[in-house]
C-alpha cells in the first residue's frame, strides 16, 4: 500500500487548534485529537481565568481540568499516530531507514497501515499488490520486552488490551481470554448498535431542529403580526386625532369668524354716530356759536337744542362683550396598549363544565394550554369571562386563579334555559365559545309510600332514621319502638330484619356497605353496632354517654351528638380516638343531627329551631333559619341531609315540610305534595333519589 492513499487524509493529521500536524496527539472522550501541547495551552488559559474545565474546540463538550495541569494520560489515537508518520515520509522529514521489504537502506517512501511498515520505493508496488490479493492480514507484533517475535492473537477481557501467546501465559494468566478475530467481530457489533442508536438520535435532533425552525418561524410571524397590529392601531389613533384635529380647527375657525362679524358690526356703528356728532358740532360750532350773533341765536336756538336731543337720545353706542371661552380635555386619548409575552396558546384552550340548576351555585374550568396541548400556567395571562342569560343579561361570576393553570369560575342561575358562556384569553376568545349550559329547573316529587304502623315485618313503631347504602341501594329503617332494624330494597320491599337488645337511635351506612348502628340499652346507655353481611360487632366507647344521632363524613370519621354535654363528638373511622369535641356558644340546647360537608359542619339544634354551622375546627360560624313558619323559618328542625347538588334538606318538623338551602343558608325551595311530620331524611347518592321518614303515619316517602 502506497503513501498516497493516506496522503488525501492530511486533513485528518491536522490540530484544529494550532492548524497543524499533529504533533503527540491524544484524543478527547468525544473521540476529537488534539495536539498535548494545545490542550496543554488550553488548560492553562482556563485556569488563569477560575475555571476548572476546558470545551472541546470542535463540539463544545465539556472536559475537566486534570491536577496535574497536563492531558498526557489521555490516549493516543494509534491509526492518527501512523498518519502522522506518513505525513512526516511524505514532507522528506523522514530519514532513510532499513526497507522493512528487501532490507535495504533505502529511501522509505511508502507505509503500510496494514503491516505497519515503512518500505522503498521500489518494493512499494510489490507489497501493495501482495496485500491487495491476499485476505489475510499481516499479523501485528507485540510491543512488550522479549515478545517482539510474538504475535497479537488473542484479546484478554478483563484487562481489555490485545496479548501474544507469551502474554496470555505470564502477565494474563486466569484471565478471560477470547481469539483476536472473534472479539473485533463482538466489538464490531456493539459499535455497529452504538452507532445506529447515534444515528437515530440524530434523526430526533433533525426533527427538532425542524420543529424549531418552525417554532422560531411562527414565532417570527407572530410578533410580527403584532408589531403590525401595534403600528396600524396607533397609526390609527393618529389618523382619528388629527381628524379630531381639524374638526376643532374648522370649530375655533366658525367661532373666530362670527365674533369678527359682531365686533365689526359694532365698530360701523359706532363709526356712524360718531361722524353724525362730529358734523353737528363742526356746523353749529364754526357757524352760528363762533358767529355769536344775537338775532340768529334766538331764531335758531329752538332747532339747534331739539336736533342735540334727536342725536342724544338716538345714540346707542354699547360695547359687544365677547362670550368666554375655553379650551379643556376630560378624558386623553391614552393607549391604553401592552406587550404579553406568554406560552398559553388561545386556540388550545379548555372550558370543562357541565349543566347547572337553577339557584345552585355551580362552577366551570377553564384550563390554559401552549401550543403543545399541556396545561400551563402563566401569571400575566389575562381570562376573561362573561356569562349571558337567555335573556341576554349578564349573569355574575366569580374568577378564581389555581395558579396551576386552571380557573375556577362560579356562579349561581337563576333562570332555565341555555346560557351562553364567552371566555377571553389574553383579548382573544376561545375556539370553544360561546360554551352552552343547560340551567334546569330541578324539583322533587313524589315517587312512592312503603309502611305502617305495627311490629310485623315492614311495620314500624317510631322511625327514628334512615340510611341507604350507595353501593347496594339497600334502605335500612331504626325501628325504634321494635328494637329492631328493617332492611328494605330500593323500590320499598321488605328484605330482613335485624333484632336488637336495645332502642335504634340512628343508622349510619359506609362505603363499604357496613351499617353503623346507636343503641341504647335498658340502662339508657349508648352502644355503636357494626353489622356486616351476617353479622354483628358491638364496640364500646367511654365517651359515648348519651349519644343520640350517628353520620359518618366522606373521609370515614363518625360524627355524634350527645345530648348529655351538648357537644358534636368526631371520631375516627375505627370509633377508637375521639378527634374533636365542640358545642354551640351560648347556647344551653341539644343538638340533634351533626353532619359534615365541605369543610363544614350543619347541626340541626330543634329546641334553638335553627341550623348552626361550624368550620372544621369546630369554630362557630352562623345560624341558618329562625323561629317561625315563613319560608326559611323553622319549628323544630331535626333531620338533616345534602344531596348532590349540594343543597341542604331540613327537616322541618312542626311546620310539615322540607326545606331546601344552598350551603351558605339561602332558601331555596320547599318538596311539593307532602304535608306529614318528616323527622328523619337519607339521599341516595348514585340517582339522587330521597328518602323521608314519616313519624306521622309510620312511612316512608320516596321522592325522585
Known amino acids: 500500500m502506497d503513501v498516497q492513499q493516506p496522503v488525501k487524509t492530511k486533513k485528518e493529521a491536522e490540530c484544529p487548534l494550532c492548524a497543524n500536524t499533529l504533533n503527540n496527539p491524544k484524543t478527547l472522550p468525544c473521540l476529537h485529537s488534539f495536539c498535548l501541547g494545545c490542550l496543554d495551552k488550553q488548560a492553562n488559559l482556563a485556569r488563569r481565568q477560575r475555571q476548572q474545565a476546558i470545551k472541546c474546540p470542535v463540539c463544545q463538550a465539556s472536559l475537566q481540568i486534570p491536577k496535574t495541569d497536563t492531558f498526557a494520560k489521555l490516549p493516543s489515537p494509534a491509526i492518527l499516530s501512523r498518519l502522522v508518520n506518513v505525513l512526516a515520509l511524505e514532507d522528506g522529514t523522514e530519514q532513510s531507514q532499513k526497507c522493512s521489504r528487501c532490507g535495504k537502506n533505502n529511501l522509505l517512501t511508502s507505509y503500510c497501515l496494514v503491516c505497519h511498515s515503512f518500505v522503498c520505493e521500489s518494493c512499494s508496488h510489490s507489497h501493495q499488490c501482495r496485500n491487495a490479493t491476499t485476505n489475510d492480514e499481516r499479523p501485528v507484533m507485540c510491543s512488550q520486552q522479549n515478545h517482539e517475535d510474538q504475535s497479537l492473537e488473542f484479546y484478554c477481557e478483563d484487562c481489555d488490551v490485545l496479548i501474544c501467546p507469551k502474554c496470555s501465559l505470564v502477565s494474563h494468566n486466569c484471565h478471560s481470554i477470547t481469539d483476536l478475530q472473534k472479539a473485533a467481530q463482538e466489538r464490531t457489533m456493539q459499535m455497529e448498535v452504538a452507532v445506529a442508536k447515534v444515528r437515530a438520535e440524530i434523526l430526533v435532533i433533525e426533527n427538532k431542529i425542524k420543529k424549531q425552525t418552525e417554532l422560531k418561524n411562527k414565532s417570527e410571524t407572530v410578533i410580527m403580526n403584532a408589531k403590525k397590529k401595534m403600528n396600524d392601531t396607533v397609526e390609527e389613533s393618529v389618523r382619528y386625532l388629527r381628524e379630531h384635529q381639524k374638526q376643532m380647527n374648522d370649530k375655533f375657525r366658525g367661532i373666530d369668524e362670527a365674533e369678527r362679524r359682531q365686533h365689526a358690526v359694532r365698530l360701523e356703528d359706532m363709526e356712524r354716530i360718531a361722524t353724525e356728532l362730529k358734523s353737528f358740532v363742526k356746523d353749529v360750532g364754526q357757524g352760528i356759536l363762533q358767529r355769536n350773533i344775537s338775532a340768529e341765536i334766538l331764531q335758531t336756538n329752538p332747532m339747534i337744542v331739539g336736533r342735540c336731543d334727536e342725536l342724544l337720545n338716538a345714540t346707542k353706542a354699547n360695547l359687544y362683550m365677547s362670550p368666554y371661552l375655553n379650551y379643556f380635555v376630560e378624558n386623553k386619548c391614552d393607549l391604553l396598549d401592552q406587550i404579553l409575552v406568554t406560552k398559553t396558546d388561545p386556540s388550545m384552550c379548555l372550558i370543562e363544565g357541565h349543566d347547572s340548576l337553577i339557584g345552585i351555585e355551580s362552577e366551570f ?340
Open 365 to 704: 374550568v377553564v384550563v390554559t394550554r401552549d401550543s403543545e396541548g399541556l396545561q400551563c400556567y402563566q401569571q400575566n395571562d389575562q381570562v376573561k369571562v362573561e356569562m349571558l342569560t337567555p335573556e341576554g343579561d349578564h349573569l355574575r361570576t366569580e374568577l378564581k386563579d389555581s395558579r396551576d393553570g386552571k380557573y375556577t369560575v362560579t356562579y349561581t342561575p337563576q333562570y332555565a334555559g341555555q346560557h351562553r358562556l364567552e371566555v377571553q384569553v389574553n383579548k382573544q376568545l376561545l375556539t370553544v365559545s360561546p360554551f352552552v349550559v343547560e340551567v334546569c329547573d330541578h324539583h322533587y316529587q313524589f315517587g312512592l309510600k312503603f309502611g305502617s304502623t305495627g311490629n310485623r315485618e315492614g311495620e314500624f313503631h317510631l322511625i327514628c332514621d334512615i340510611a341507604v347504602c350507595d353501593k347496594t341501594g339497600t334502605i335500612a329503617v331504626a325501628d325504634h319502638g321494635n328494637k329492631r332494624i328493617q332492611l328494605f330494597s330500593s323500590d320499598g320491599k321488605f328484605q330482613r330484619q335485624v333484632e336488637l337488645d336495645g332502642k335504634p337511635f340512628s343508622l349510619a351506612s359506609t362505603d363499604c356497605g357496613n351499617l353503623l348502628t346507636l343503641v341504647a340499652d335498658s340502662n339508657m346507655k349508648s352502644r355503636l353496632f357494626i353489622e356486616g353481611d351476617h353479622f354483628i360487632k358491638r364496640i364500646n366507647s367511654q365517651h359515648l354517654r348519651k349519644s343520640h344521632r350517628l353520620s359518618i363524613a366522606s373521609d370515614g370519621r363518625l360524627i355524634i351528638t350527645d345530648t348529655a354535654d351538648h357537644k358534636i363528638k368526631v371520631f375516627s373511622p375505627d370509633e377508637n380516638n375521639l378527634l374533636q369535641s365542640f358545642f354551640a356558644p351560648n347556647c344551653d340546647k341539644d343538638p340533634e343531627c351533626a353532619i359534615y360537608h365541605q369543610n363544614k359542619f350543619y347541626v340541626s339544634y330543634p329546641g334553638a329551631h335553627c341550623v348552626k354551622v361550624f368550620n372544621e375546627t369546630g369554630m362557630y360560624l352562623h345560624d341558618i333559619g329562625c323561629k317561625g313558619a315563613k319560608d326559611g323559618q323553622f319549628n323544630c328542625p331535626r333531620g338533616l341531609v345534602i344531596d348532590k347538588y349540594n343543597r341542604l334538606i331540613v327537616c322541618d318538623v312542626r311546620n310539615r315540610r322540607l326545606q331546601l338551602f344552598t350551603l351558605s343558608g339561602k332558601f331555596l325551595d320547599k318538596v311539593q305534595a307532602y304535608n306529614g311530620i318528616p323527622m328523619v331524611a337519607a339521599i341516595n347518592k348514585n340517582d339522587n333519589n330521597l328518602f323521608l321518614g314519616d313519624n306521622g303515619s309510620n312511612s316512608i316517602y320516596v321522592f325522585h
